[in-house]
């Protein structure tokens, strides 16, 4: 069931002592089968919702929601070929974002998360390195990697892979909504993706192969940004042992998937309403401007874990069947018809941010299901 909630929602801002903030224990937080959720939170510039959905024999997704003196930090990683760097992106990305802040004097800026994300590649490459003998295999395990950050007012988006974060912007003055993609995607089916994976490779014309209907970087993965995948960054990882599948037949003279995020700032405007933070598994079944009509039209309790049930639905329509039998699926089983699927969506008060953020609420949650 849930993890023990004193490891859950533990606090330590910048220059504040450390507490500890039991967050949506009393009736906000829910398990139903193979899904958690937390209804409604409270952060410094808003509110928040929260859910996932495991698919796989083992959960690979992680999320969290950090928020205290300096604003909100968002987080949503989908992990491949197992849940080890998902876990340690979870457990040491935001702390190195602290440290890089910090040193910053409490300042955020797209150099400060570009630290972090580099702090925690390399310490998961330490990890491998650690292991190497002893699980090599560990060295095929990768992320994708999905962060943001409200600092005052503006939004920082950080992203490997291919998670998501859509805006929900009022438009005019009759109530409607429209959907603005924030991130930039890393994946290899998409034709820009593929032409500068093919720039940087010049020499190979193996780097992106079609394989079972879809592109993938020297035909093995989808992704071309992530941390961990140490195999396709560190010549010394693809070699026996790990797996066949994933030695490459010719050196690697370079590396061939990358760790540098795709960062955005957004000035926040008050028209700008809610966020919308998904692992790539709610985008396989629900468009943009379809997620952000459902965030619009609900009540924001249980917003997320109305996203993704949603998605369940067109999951079932596309198998022909209904969620109802869906939802008898076990785990692993599962996966051959939907993913893990992670999702936050946070709510922007504007007036909160015009205020600052000193009062607000310390929250540190991380999603909860049984591994």
């Avoid at 992106?89 to 910053?104: I, K």
């Avoid at 009759?174 to 993609?181: C, D, N």
């Avoid at 790990?242 to 990358?258: G, H, T, W």
């Avoid at 028209?271 to 709610?282: E, R």
Wanted: hydrophobic share 40%; aromatic share 8%; net charge neutral.
């Amino acid at each position: 069931m849930f993890r023990k909630l004193m490891n859950l929602c533990s606090v330590c801002w910048f220059g504040h002592d450390h507490n500890e903030t039991f967050v949506g224990v009393n009736g906000d937080c829910g398990k139903d089968g193979l899904l958690w959720y937390h209804d409604i939170g409270k952060h410094v510039y808003g509110e928040y919702s929260m859910a996932v959905i495991q698919a796989n024999q083992v959960l690979e997704d992680q999320s969290q929601v950090e928020s205290g003196p300096f604003g909100t930090f968002v987080g949503v990683y989908d992990g491949h070929g197992g849940p080890d760097v998902a876990r340690y992106v979870c457990d040491h990305l935001f702390r190195h974002f602290q440290a890089s802040a910090t040193e910053n004097r409490g300042i955020v800026t797209t150099e400060t998360i570009k630290r972090a994300f580099l702090e925690t590649e390399n310490g998961f490459t330490a990890l491998v390195s650690q292991m190497w003998n002893a699980r090599p295999n560990i060295a095929t395990v990768g992320s994708c990697c999905l962060v943001g950050v409200v600092y005052q007012q503006t939004l920082f988006v950080a992203n490997l892979g291919d998670s998501r974060v859509v805006l929900g912007r009022k438009v005019g003055n009759g109530g409607g909504v429209t959907a603005v993609q924030l991130s930039k995607e890393h994946n290899a089916n998409l034709d820009h993706v593929r032409r500068e994976l093919r720039e940087l490779h010049p020499h190979d014309p193996q780097i992106v192969v079609m394989k079972h209907g879809v592109w993938r970087v020297k035909g093995i993965i989808q992704v071309s940004k992530s941390i961990g995948d140490a195999y396709m960054k560190h010549a010394r990882y693809n070699k026996e042992p790990i797996a066949a599948k994933f030695r490459l037949p010719e050196p690697m003279v370079m590396p061939i998937l990358s760790a540098s995020p795709s960062i955005i700032s957004h000035p926040l405007q008050p028209c700008d309403s809610f966020l919308i933070f998904a692992s790539d598994g709610l985008w396989e079944h629900l468009s943009n401007e379809e997620a952000v009509d459902i965030v619009h039209s609900s009540p924001r309790a249980g917003i997320a874990k109305r996203l993704v049930k949603a998605a369940l639905h067109e999951a079932a329509k596309k198998r022909e069947m209904r969620y109802s039998d869906l939802r008898k699926i076990d785990k692993r089983v599962r996966r051959h018809f939907h993913d893990d699927i992670s999702v936050i969506v946070l709510f922007i008060n504007h007036d909160l941010i015009s205020k600052g953020s000193a009062n607000g609420p310390n929250v540190s949650l991380r999603s909860a299901l049984e591994h």
